[in-house]
């Protein structure tokens, strides 16, 4: 089936230690997104890619940077995560010009920060 | 600018009973979708139910039906006969139309179901 699949599941890193969070879709979507979602709130969109140009939100910390190397893969790199960054962090991809298709979501990389 | 409002934090049904979350939306555009989302404490996002602003008639999908009530910018989730695992947070979203690339979500209502 085509899917959305992030690696890892769960992610521990330590306070000021670079970390990289990946996606990878088969569904040759031309749009990745990266949501961060904290306890019991609606996902934040930090920044979404349409094929290789780069969008990012006006209030995204500039801790946070992203790769988009190809079509299929995406990555989130925060280079020094703070406390207040541990959350779940969300891929999607869409089909731009689709606007009636739902999102597809990956099953998100739970971060922790020691 | 656009915006999503959910505001039930939280509701509890009986098992096998129907329960609505409410959704109100603001938007200057007049081509939108509107979506809704089903998040387990597991954490993945599981899309329900979508409606276009220019489809004339409510979205179903099995258990869910969406009550679109245009002019008030409404588009509620009626779920049906309840289940236990319905168990989770639901989340209203729109996407701009034209092919835009942004969903703003709600802040989400979780549903508990009773058994």
């Known amino acids: 089936d085509a899917m959305v699949i992030q690696n890892p599941r769960y992610q521990v890193t330590q306070f000021g230690k670079p970390v990289t969070l990946s996606c990878s879709q088969t569904l040759n979507h031309n749009v990745m997104y990266w949501y961060q979602q904290k306890s019991s709130q609606a996902p934040k969109l930090l920044f979404h890619?349409?094929?290789?140009?780069?969008?990012n939100e006006a209030d995204t910390p500039d801790n946070f940077q992203s790769r988009r190397p190809n079509t299929s893969f995406c990555f989130l790199d925060i280079r020094s995560p703070g406390l207040g960054d541990a959350a779940m962090y969300l891929c999607a991809t869409s089909s731009w010009g689709n606007s009636n298709q739902p999102q597809h979501f990956g099953d998100g990389t739970r971060l922790s920060i020691l | 600018a656009q915006k999503i409002t959910q505001t039930q934090p939280g509701m509890f049904v009986q098992e096998k009973e129907a329960v609505t979350l409410d959704c109100t939306y603001d938007?200057?555009?007049?081509?939108?979708?509107l979506f809704w989302y089903k998040q387990p404490s597991s954490g993945e996002m599981i899309f329900l139910i979508y409606?276009?602003?220019?489809?004339?008639q409510n979205a179903t999908e099995g258990r869910y039906s969406l009550n679109f009530q245009k002019a008030r910018k409404s588009a509620n989730l009626v779920i049906s006969a309840s289940q236990l695992g319905d168990s989770a947070m639901y989340f209203c979203a729109m996407r701009e139309g034209g092919g835009g690339f942004k969903t703003i979500f709600g802040a989400g209502t979780r549903l508990f179901v009773k058994a």
């Open positions: 409606q276009g602003s220019y489809d004339e």
């Open positions: 890619y349409y094929d290789k140009d780069f969008n």
């Open positions: 938007t200057s555009d007049q081509s939108y979708g």
